[in-house]
């Protein structure tokens, strides 16, 4: 078993809040209840929960959906009965071997084995931690992980995105989408994008992307341009 032993001495409470389920179904399924507060491994860290983000895949692990996930969910209930990935707060400990990271430090990013965040403190892995940025409030940060990892992932890792090509976006306008025309932009392409008027009526801001027709999605040319990369932001598919 890895060393639970830690840096800082935290506070006598043992127990703490959290949203937890016993079984899968709707948000009927979910309760606020006392449970034990977690342990941490040498290479974690204890976050004291500020605020958190709520993700279509929480939803999915609260159903267990797909029923071909369960064996990663667990079969019968959730290995993890908290909810919630994405997470923002404080350090309140930290694991022996852990060296980027001291208590009260303001940090965000994903809790360990898909769940744990609906809580007021969450284990989370070292590496799945990055300081908070001054600029952004608890509550912004925790916005972030999920959905700014999958189009980072999509855009730099896998459609290896290159300064000049262009880049279709198709649903802009979500929280995977708002990410992917920034990241865009950061790695020096042009991006045209589709979405929903009803769901961005800032969306027309000229400096965020190239132009917008619903009746681009899934097309090779935008205008006579070529389209290097095409991300479906609302079903994270991506072709190149």
């Given at each position: 078993?890895?060393?639970?032993?830690?840096?800082?001495?935290?506070?006598?409470?043992?127990?703490?809040?959290?949203?937890?389920?016993?079984?899968?179904?709707?948000?009927?399924?979910?309760?606020?209840?006392?449970?034990?507060?977690?342990?941490?491994?040498?290479?974690?860290?204890?976050?004291?929960?500020?605020?958190?983000?709520?993700?279509?895949?929480?939803?999915?692990?609260?159903?267990?959906?797909?029923?071909?996930?369960?064996?990663?969910?667990?079969?019968?209930?959730?290995?993890?009965?908290?909810?919630?990935?994405?997470?923002?707060?404080?350090?309140?400990?930290?694991?022996?071997?852990?060296?980027?990271?001291?208590?009260?430090?303001?940090?965000?990013?994903?809790?360990?084995?898909?769940?744990?965040?609906?809580?007021e403190y969450a284990a989370?892995?070292?590496?799945?931690?990055?300081?908070?940025?001054?600029?952004?409030?608890?509550?912004?940060?925790?916005?972030?992980?999920?959905?700014?990892?999958?189009?980072?992932?999509?855009?730099?890792?896998?459609?290896?995105?290159?300064?000049?090509?262009?880049?279709l976006i198709n649903g802009?306008?979500?929280?995977?989408?708002?990410?992917?025309?920034?990241?865009?932009?950061?790695?020096?392409?042009?991006?045209?994008?589709?979405?929903?008027?009803?769901?961005?009526?800032?969306?027309?801001?000229?400096?965020?992307?190239?132009?917008?027709?619903?009746?681009?999605?899934?097309?090779?040319?935008?205008?006579?341009?070529?389209?290097?990369?095409?991300?479906?932001?609302?079903?994270?598919?991506?072709?190149?």
């Open positions: 078993m890895i060393s639970t032993e830690i840096r800082a001495t935290t506070t006598r409470r043992t127990t703490m809040k959290a949203v937890v389920q016993d079984t899968y179904g709707s948000s009927e399924v979910l309760d606020l209840r006392d449970i034990a507060k977690p342990e941490i491994g040498e290479g974690d860290v204890l976050v004291r929960v500020r605020a958190a983000g709520v993700n279509p895949g929480d939803w999915a692990i609260m159903g267990g959906l797909p029923f071909i996930a369960r064996p990663v969910y667990g079969l019968r209930k959730p290995k993890n009965p908290v909810r919630g990935t994405d997470v923002a707060g404080q350090v309140e400990a930290v694991g022996t071997s852990v060296t980027r990271f001291r208590p009260g430090d303001e940090v965000f990013g994903s809790s360990k084995h898909l769940g744990g965040a609906f809580a989370v892995s070292e590496g799945a931690l990055a300081p908070k940025p001054t600029n952004l409030t608890f509550e912004q940060a925790a916005a972030v992980p999920m959905a700014g990892y999958v189009a980072l992932q999509a855009l730099r890792d896998h459609g290896k995105v290159k300064a000049g090509e262009r880049v802009a306008s979500g929280g995977i989408g708002t990410f992917a025309v920034q990241i865009a932009k950061s790695l020096g392409a042009s991006s045209s994008t589709t979405w929903r008027t009803t769901h961005c009526p800032t969306c027309d801001v000229p400096s965020l992307h190239g132009g917008c027709s619903c009746r681009t999605a899934g097309a090779s040319t935008i205008g006579g341009s070529p389209v290097g990369v095409a991300l479906s932001a609302r079903r994270c598919r991506l072709r190149s």
